[in-house]
């Protein structure tokens, strides 16, 4: 509804504007000498005109902000900054103990090796995770495990081991059950073996990503709410749950006023529950949408000095594997072969799902939920961009208006853009375009 009205308004606005203008002058015209001496004063000029014309267009634009067509390019913009920053020294990590992110990656060729079987090998994916936990910040197993393996005793011996598992946190990915509607909700797909797991060094998350029209995940969901056993649950997000993990904060307590809040549901609701804030390390994280704030910064990639590609033929059965490759490092165990089906569009090209995990937890550690400038920020640069807009079509043609204007948003907001990118502040340059573009075309008009 918000998008035919941006539409109807968009189109109506520029033709309101010109008739209002024509009809004031016809008015002013036609009107006595005497009279018309003394409206002088009163009649708008050519620059005031403008600066009205600047303020409805930026209304237009702020009561529109919510629209598929204006979510689009702002995301379109964001991913050319992306692409623009893409492995640039300034999107480095931060200097923390946090040395970089691995990915041991199950890959097709290891795949073939190993037999092509139908589940991960439970006796090499013990002999990763004891590999990651000797010295890793952080170890995240991005394999299904809901699923029984096809020889028990391996699978025991998993059992087993996670029971009495002492090395660095260890983050299990679970997933869910497909929806039947929108209105249900979804059933996790537990590990097989989670409630034999009373481990406080294992934990258990969610990937959960939001996919758009051009199947490209480029926005998180930092938790999910969920049906196990029959109790209504939250799961926090793989990034979520890591970050909160390195900021040495312990997860219960984090997120126990989210538990606290959903324990008033049952999975029988059709009401979605509004998650509350969480306060943790100086921060806040809010789990409903809020613009930029669901957006995933990708900054990793193959090549990037912060990441290293691992695979598991130098780990399993190596009585000397490169344990230095870990040391304080991120490190995640998945997959990219055929069958894991698990090779996903991103705005920096297509990636196994662990890769977009090590971006999303490295986005969220690094920059938490990005923002947009202080509202006085804004405000500033909009006063700034309709009285320059205002002044230079009043006192050029249009189409030289239009090319002056737009490379003068080029040449200022995009600098700015991609100087505050790498601190997590998204300042847009392609709304102000829209606001040319629309500029433009109600001076043409008045031109006609």
Aim: charged share 15%; net charge neutral.
């Amino acid at each position: 509804m918000l998008w035919k009205f941006f539409m109807f308004f968009a189109s109506v606005l520029p033709l309101a504007v010109v008739v209002l203008s024509r009809l004031v002058d016809e008015v002013f015209n036609v009107l006595p000498a005497k009279l018309k001496a003394a409206a002088q004063g009163i009649k708008p000029s050519h620059f005031q005109k403008n600066v009205l014309i600047g303020i409805a267009i930026a209304i237009v634009i702020h009561l529109a902000h919510g629209t598929n067509y204006l979510k689009e390019l702002e995301d379109g913009a964001m991913d050319t900054m992306m692409q623009l920053n893409q492995s640039t020294q300034r999107m480095f990590g931060k200097t923390d103990a946090l040395a970089g992110y691995v990915f041991i990656d199950i890959s097709q060729s290891t795949y073939k090796n190993w037999g092509e079987p139908w589940h991960t090998p439970r006796q090499y994916l013990k002999q990763l995770i004891e590999f990651a936990s000797q010295g890793a910040a952080l170890v995240i197993v991005d394999i299904a495990l809901d699923k029984r393996g096809i020889e028990p005793s391996h699978d025991q011996r998993l059992v087993d081991y996670l029971k009495h598992y002492k090395g660095a946190p260890l983050i299990m990915v679970e997933t869910l059950e497909p929806q039947d509607s929108d209105t249900q909700n979804p059933i996790a797909k537990p590990a097989f073996f989670k409630q034999h797991i009373n481990n406080t060094n294992i934990h258990w998350a969610m990937p959960i990503f939001k996919v758009d029209k051009d199947h490209a995940i480029r926005h998180w969901m930092l938790a999910i709410i969920y049906c196990e056993q029959g109790v209504l649950q939250a799961m926090p997000s793989v990034q979520l749950l890591a970050d909160i993990l390195l900021n040495n904060q312990h997860p219960k307590n984090v997120l126990q006023p989210v538990q606290d809040y959903i324990s008033q549901y049952n999975c029988n609701t059709n009401e979605k529950p509004h998650l509350p804030a969480i306060n943790y390390q100086n921060r806040t994280i809010y789990f409903d949408d809020h613009g930029p704030g669901q957006r995933l910064l990708y900054s990793l990639k193959e090549g990037n000095q912060e990441f290293s590609h691992l695979s598991p033929r130098v780990i399993i059965n190596n009585p000397n594997p490169p344990l230095n490759t870990v040391k304080n490092k991120v490190v995640i165990i998945g997959a990219s072969h055929a069958l894991s089906a698990d090779i996903h569009s991103t705005p920096l090209g297509d990636m196994p799902g662990s890769m977009i995990l090590l971006n999303a937890i490295k986005s969220l550690h690094e920059w938490g939920e990005i923002s947009a400038p202080p509202w006085w920020v804004k405000l500033l640069i909009e006063l700034v961009l309709i009285i320059g807009m205002a002044y230079t079509y009043a006192r050029m043609k249009s189409i030289k208006a239009s090319l002056l204007v737009s490379t003068g948003i080029l040449l200022t907001l995009c600098p700015i853009s991609f100087y505050f990118f790498k601190y997590g502040v998204w300042v847009d340059f392609a709304l102000p375009l829209i606001g040319m573009q629309l500029h433009d075309l109600i001076a043409e008009m008045e031109e006609r």
